[in-house]
Nanobody
Framework: QVQLVESGGGVVQAGDSLRLSCEVSGTRFSIRYMGWFRQAPGKEREFVASISRNGASTSYADSVKGRFSISRDNTQSIVYLQLNSLKPEDTAVYFC?????????????????WGQGIQVTVSS
């Protein structure tokens, strides 16, 4: 059974930082692209960041580029999302997701497993 468990969310003030973690079990972590998505109230889920299988390649949404950083530890099967210079508009439930094995996961449909999500709230 594949499980993705996010942690590290919370309530912070604008300008603060958070680090989200996602522990993955039940699958070969290193063969999957990993991604982070978020969903704000009343909005659709949107892509935030992704990272290649070996961590050499990353991709970010324009709205978070330069502020957020994705990384992974294949020895621990964990993917991280460092959130810096947080803004109120970053408030959302953040989800980590595991891409289908061996593919370059660039679209939501190419992610096979999802975490339950974790709340990040940024106050102004």
């Amino acid at each position: 059974q594949v499980q993705l468990v996010e942690s590290g969310g919370g309530v912070v003030q604008a300008g603060d930082s958070l680090r989200l973690s996602c522990e993955v079990s039940g699958t070969r972590f290193s063969i999957r692209y990993m991604g982070w998505f978020r969903q704000a109230p009343g909005k659709e889920r949107e892509f935030v960041a992704s990272i290649s299988r070996n961590g050499a390649s990353t991709s970010y949404a324009d709205s978070v580029k330069g502020r957020f950083s994705i990384s992974r530890d294949n020895t621990q099967s964990i993917v991280y999302l460092q959130l810096n210079s947080l803004k109120p508009e970053d408030t959302a439930v953040y989800f980590c997701a595991a891409g289908r094995p061996w593919i370059i996961a660039s679209r939501t449909l190419e992610y096979e497993y999802w975490g339950q999500g974790i709340q990040v709230t940024v106050s102004s």
